[in-house]
């Protein structure tokens, strides 16, 4: 197998290969070692596709997800983290999976209009909105577009509660916002960091924030009073399941108030381009890890059940769960996210009684 530092090692991306599409008749293929075929894994640049959505604010009924709202204000994602589950909804839209989910953006400009438009209608009563129950709110491209401080700006005009959870640094552009939400007890941020070993971040999450940037996030953030749980997402047993109590003490330390995790699913496409990605990455622990992540569902690498699917069963996956609680009530004790205050969301158009 190929190893991280050979030629085959496709740096600067997550996946190693773009996965064929189910929802297409045509593929991809490399037949030929020469010609045609080279193209296919160049490091090309990022493109951007625009889309006009109707609607913004997305609910979803999975049984363990259930009456989450959510707004995502980008489709694809160029941080190029290899477990992404975000990374199959890409092919809703004739993309693949693999490279073209870190290479081809889709961003919708009009989110904070539509999300005026949610807010204003009649029977509106305020709920916790998410930013982004799919990809990063802060990938790189909101450097530029800033349709997440949009978004925002419009939360805090309405004095609508929200969460947001992402693992980049740009989120501190935007801590003139997020200390005033948080003044009235309106933003939760859940910063992601899984693991404390630059190396494994490297591969693993290509295009993100160093763990010692993402700990400044939290502490950056927490002097401002701002609430911060951490994600410790995904545990991926083998690889980073063993830093827990690390991970939890260092974002403590830092000011986070809680903490929250998940353990590894492949769910679709994500299988074969996490396989293909650790016998690079890892080739010398590669079917420990993949055997491992089975463990925890039941002998599948594509596991949907819902209840287990993020959480896992089994003896590894209970090791995982015990040493998370033990961590958690070592670091965190006597701490806990502030709730939201849903009583002071401002009405606007249509919700004005009548003079008559």
């Not at 004739?94 to 807010?119: H, M, P, T, W």
């Not at 009073?225 to 991970?247: H, K, Q």
Request: net charge neutral.
């Amino acid at each position: 197998m190929a190893h991280a530092d050979n030629e085959e090692f496709f740096k600067g991306r997550g996946a190693q290969i773009n996965v064929h599409n189910k929802f297409l008749k045509t593929k991809y293929v490399t037949d030929h070692i020469e010609g045609l075929d080279e193209p296919l894994l160049e490091n090309t640049t990022t493109q951007i596709f625009e889309e006009n959505p109707k609607k913004i604010v997305s609910e979803s009924n999975s049984p363990d997800l259930s009456h989450m709202f959510s707004i995502n204000p980008y489709q694809g994602c160029e941080h190029g983290c290899l477990y992404c589950y975000a990374r199959n909804s890409h092919e809703y839209y004739g993309f693949s999976a693999g490279l073209d989910f870190e290479r081809k953006i889709i961003v919708k400009r009009n989110a904070a209009e539509l999300l005026k438009q949610y807010f204003d209608k009649k029977n509106y009563e305020p709920v916790g909105i998410l930013l982004s129950g799919n990809t990063d709110c802060y990938q790189p491209l909101e450097r530029k577009l800033k349709i997440t401080r949009s978004l925002l700006e419009v939360f805090l005009e309405y004095r609508n509660p929200v969460s947001i959870i992402t693992k980049n640094n740009v989120i501190l552009r935007d801590l003139d916002i997020l200390s005033e939400l948080a003044s009235m007890n309106l933003v939760h941020v859940n910063v992601t960091l899984n693991s404390l070993n630059e190396q494994l971040r490297q591969k693993l999450e290509p295009r993100t924030v160093t763990a010692t940037g993402r700990l400044s996030v939290i502490e950056k953030l927490s002097a401002k009073g701002v609430p911060v749980r951490l994600m410790l997402a995904p545990i991926v047993p083998g690889l980073n399941s063993t830093e827990i109590p690390d991970v939890i003490k260092a974002a403590a330390d830092r000011g986070a108030l809680a903490a929250g995790f998940t353990i590894v699913r492949l769910n679709g496409s994500i299988a074969e381009i996490f396989t293909d990605w650790i016998y690079k990455a890892y080739p010398d622990r590669a079917e420990k890890v993949l055997h491992m992540i089975k463990e925890c569902h039941e002998g599948k690498l594509n596991d949907s059940e819902f209840g287990r699917r993020m959480s896992g069963e089994g003896p590894i996956a209970d090791s995982i769960h015990q040493m998370f609680r033990l961590a958690c009530k070592r670091f965190l004790a006597g701490r806990e996210m502030p709730p939201f205050d849903y009583s002071l969301f401002v009405p606007k158009k249509g919700k004005q009684g009548t003079l008559f």
